[in-house]
């Protein structure tokens, strides 16, 4: 069940220890995120959170103030400095907290750097002018994402002319190479097959039942299927009533090979997962 990507990661002060799989608490300081947009705009509702998230046992709080569902409106790089850094700052003053940031501009980056981001988490996987650049010297663990095309039209009639865990593979084995091009080398680059983007429910599902198939690019794998709407259009379910169909991707993510598993609800997956760690291992041990 264990893979050959690397065991830790140096997030800046931060050493994340990937020997197990942890748990990373999504904390969107957007107004328009597709299950909690608004929730966590203001600074002391967004450091309460996070709070709250730790305690549950998150490694990590990802913050992102860049909604990337289908529709949502676009984002000045200095309205999003404007949402993410303040947020950042207090994180890592208050609470000391690894803090990961969700965006794809390149001023974000470098800015949310200084303030003492520990990781970044690109969705356009380096994909916007300067953002390999910016990424390259902030020093910091990057998540590169598979994604065609934009969010805005992403969910257009996706299609794949192979299975579509070869062409994740090929497609993150390509931006591999232009990281490590750019100078982004390949020890500090996580990767996200992107469930939920570009892919209708089908690739979804086919892709994670395959998951061992990125294993082979010995790299950790983050994994983000939290209240998306794979699970609404399988089981049936308003975004609200998604947590027990996110308990078992994330089980099954586990088993095949997820170290980052982004969730809302952080308590009920952290147990999800170290119950699925505890039996795989358990495995190993008596081989």
């Avoid at 990802?62 to 994180?91: C, F, H, K, M, N």
């Avoid at 965006?103 to 980056?109: A, G, L």
Wanted: charge should be negative; proline fraction near 5%; charged fraction near 25%.
């Amino acid at each position: 069940m264990h893979n050959s990507a690397p065991t830790s990661l140096q997030c800046g002060r931060h050493r994340l220890d990937l020997s197990f799989p942890r748990v990373m608490g999504i904390l969107n300081v957007t107004p328009d995120s597709f299950s909690d947009g608004g929730r966590h705009v203001a600074l002391d509702d967004a450091l309460q959170r996070a709070e709250q998230m730790l305690a549950e046992g998150a490694a990590i709080i990802d913050v992102g103030g860049e909604s990337t569902r289908p529709g949502a409106d676009p984002v000045s790089a200095q309205q999003e400095i404007d949402r993410v850094v303040p947020v950042v700052e207090a994180l890592v003053r208050e609470l000391d907290a690894l803090v990961s940031v969700d965006t794809s501009t390149p001023e974000v980056m470098r800015e949310s750097a200084l303030a003492g981001a520990g990781m970044l988490n690109d969705v356009r996987n380096l994909r916007r002018e300067g953002a390999l650049r910016a990424a390259a010297t902030s020093g910091l663990p990057v998540c590169v994402m598979h994604m065609l095309g934009e969010p805005g039209d992403m969910q257009e009639a996706p299609h794949y002319d192979v299975p579509v865990e070869e062409a994740v593979a090929e497609f993150l084995e390509q931006r591999l190479a232009a990281c490590e091009a750019a100078g982004l080398r390949r020890e500090r680059l996580i990767l996200d097959p992107g469930f939920g983007f570009a892919k209708t429910v089908e690739h979804n599902l086919r892709l994670l039942n395959r998951m061992e198939r990125l294993q082979r690019l010995g790299l950790p794998l983050l994994v983000g299927m939290s209240r998306k709407s794979m699970i609404g259009k399988v089981l049936e379910r308003p975004v609200e009533e998604r947590l027990s169909g996110g308990l078992a991707l994330s089980a099954l993510a586990v088993e095949r090979g997820a170290r980052i598993l982004r969730v809302h609800d952080v308590g009920p997956h952290v147990d999800a997962v170290n119950m699925t760690w505890a039996v795989l291992e358990e495995g190993c041990e008596n081989d």
